[in-house]
């Protein structure tokens, strides 16, 4: 009988996770998606949602890998063509559900007061995304090459695992400057100042899609959609996100 | 390995974990030595817990040790704040960051090696050598670190194979910039996530078949050093 038990309350979790959604999402989305999730599983008695945050090309990465995700939700188009290309997504479920804005950011205090004042000898290091797998550290390199400072900066560059290490770098005043987007700057206000917003990039839209693999292809399109509700409109609103 | 591969090779990751390693290892090694002696000869009150937090870095996980060091060392500290306003230095994003974090890791294993080898060490040929008056000094140079050294040298080559390895507090601390803080096992990591496996296999595999060659080293002296 105790055995049996046993083998009933291994076997539960198992049982329960038959709703269980999986989201992959970009690591600027953290906060938003951490209040959007609760409110998701309130319209869907018996579904829970966990997130798995990142830089969106890593995320990638793991579906590729194979990883059991259910949606992705990128913070570029790049990143989520890359996965259509791979057939990892199902096309047509995806769909644009908010944008962002590039800005520099700095201590408090700081001299820098535009892209130019990032040459200053004060300025010793600049953190930005890795370019190869985080969508907002190729946003920057756009942005510094369209006014010729992308090769000038090169030996202060420090490259950053996702956006929020970029904050993290700033905020504790190791780099003198990052590039961000404008909802993380928000989230550390008095940490950081926003020094400019910063243009010379394609538009920051973030897509999401449900993944050609999932097992939960219906739930997690309800998820998709749900995302272009105006309940999870007014979330992404309240942290500064812009619309579609 | 196809050609292009080899031509996009960046020796640089490996040149500079090697060179990483050994200034960690020679500085655990100074260090461990010293600290053998002491928790292995004498009775300093405390010493049961200065061994324990020296061996701490062996058990905390390396995110601890990374938070510590930027906690200690970074601008907002006292520390760090001092040394960079007075000689413009800071060990975040700089490769002497990654030789501090390596040095915790790799200290534990060169001080068990030294403490128990030196607690193995037959105290009456050290009596001997004193009453052939040699100094304290000259019998420890002479007879104690002789007799020793092979169970030091093997800690001193697992603590170089270990700060080879060591990575998430490296990482937080000197950050991964190509070419000036970029160590191997975070050429790898950056590899793997930006999806160019061939890059992380042919790096992985190099590291592996060094980090074979120095363990199975160590393992010589071992045997050695415990007959």
């Given at each position: 009988m105790k055995r049996l038990l046993l083998a009933l309350s291994l076997a539960l979790p198992l049982l329960?996770?038959?709703?269980?959604?999986?989201?992959?999402?970009?690591?600027?989305?953290?906060?938003?998606?951490?209040?959007?999730?609760?409110?998701?599983?309130?319209?869907?008695?018996?579904?829970?949602?966990?997130?798995?945050?990142?830089?969106?090309?890593?995320?990638l990465q793991q579906i590729v890998q194979g990883a059991p995700v259910d949606v992705f939700a990128s913070a570029d188009q790049e990143t989520m063509n890359r996965g259509a290309e791979q057939k990892l997504?199902?096309?047509?479920?995806?769909?644009?559900?908010?944008?962002?804005?590039?800005?520099?950011?700095?201590?408090?205090?700081?001299?820098?007061?535009?892209?130019?004042?990032?040459?200053?000898?004060?300025v010793k290091r600049v953190a930005i995304g890795k370019v190869a797998s985080v969508p907002v550290g190729r946003y920057t390199q756009q942005a510094l090459e369209s006014v010729q400072l992308w090769a000038p900066l090169q030996p202060k560059l420090v490259f950053a695992d996702n956006v929020r290490q970029v904050l993290d770098y700033v905020s504790r005043g190791e780099a003198?400057?990052?590039?961000?987007?404008?909802?993380?700057?928000?989230?550390?206000?008095?940490?950081?100042?926003?020094?400019?917003t910063v243009g010379g990039h394609p538009p920051v839209t973030y897509p999401a899609a449900v993944v050609a693999d999932s097992r939960q292809a219906v739930l997690a399109r309800d998820f998709v959609t749900f995302l272009g509700s105006s309940e999870a409109q007014a979330i992404l609103a309240k942290y500064d996100f812009g619309k579609p | 390995m196809p050609a292009d591969l080899w031509s996009q090779f960046d020796a640089a990751?490996?040149?500079?974990?090697?060179?990483?390693?050994?200034?960690?290892?020679?500085?655990?090694?100074?260090?461990?030595?010293?600290?053998?002696?002491?928790?292995?000869?004498?009775?300093?009150?405390?010493?049961g817990l200065l061994e324990a937090v020296c061996m701490l870095p062996l058990v905390l996980p390396p995110t601890v040790l990374g938070y510590g060091i930027l906690v200690l060392m970074g601008r907002r500290s006292a520390l760090g704040g001092w040394l960079r306003e007075h000689f413009d230095y800071?060990?975040?994003?700089?490769?002497?960051?990654?030789?501090?974090?390596?040095?915790?890791?790799?200290?534990?294993?060169?001080?068990?090696?030294?403490?128990?080898?030196?607690?193995?060490?037959?105290?009456?040929?050290?009596?001997?050598?004193?009453?052939?008056?040699?100094?304290?000094?000259?019998?420890?140079?002479?007879v104690t670190l002789p007799l020793a050294w092979p169970g030091i040298l093997a800690g001193t080559l697992l603590a170089f194979a270990r700060a080879m390895g060591e990575f998430g507090a490296s990482l937080m601390v000197a950050g991964s910039i190509p070419g000036q803080t970029q160590t191997a096992s975070m050429a790898i990591y950056d590899a793997v996530q930006a999806g160019r496996d061939d890059l992380a296999l042919m790096l992985a595999l190099i590291v592996s078949a060094v980090s074979v060659a120095i363990l199975v080293l160590s393992n010589r002296f071992l045997q050695r050093s415990s007959p």
């Open positions: 329960a996770s038959a709703q269980q959604l999986t989201v992959s999402a970009a690591a600027s989305l953290t906060d938003a998606f951490k209040e959007i999730g609760p409110r998701f599983e309130a319209s869907k008695p018996g579904a829970t949602v966990r997130f798995n945050f990142a830089a969106s090309g890593v995320l997504i199902a096309a047509d479920t995806r769909r644009d559900f908010a944008s962002n804005t590039l800005v520099l950011v700095t201590p408090p205090g700081s001299p820098v007061k535009a892209m130019r004042d990032l040459s200053l000898a004060d003198e400057a990052g590039f961000v987007y404008r909802t993380d700057a928000e989230l550390a206000k008095g940490k950081v100042v926003i020094a400019m | 990751p490996l040149t500079l974990t090697l060179r990483v390693a050994a200034v960690a290892t020679l500085l655990a090694l100074l260090l461990g030595v010293a600290l053998g002696w002491v928790f292995a000869r004498t009775r300093l009150p405390g010493r800071t060990v975040i994003f700089n490769w002497h960051g990654a030789v501090i974090a390596s040095t915790l890791v790799a200290l534990p294993l060169v001080l068990k090696g030294a403490s128990s080898a030196f607690s193995q060490v037959d105290r009456n040929l050290e009596a001997a050598a004193r009453t052939l008056r040699q100094s304290r000094w000259s019998t420890f140079v002479r």
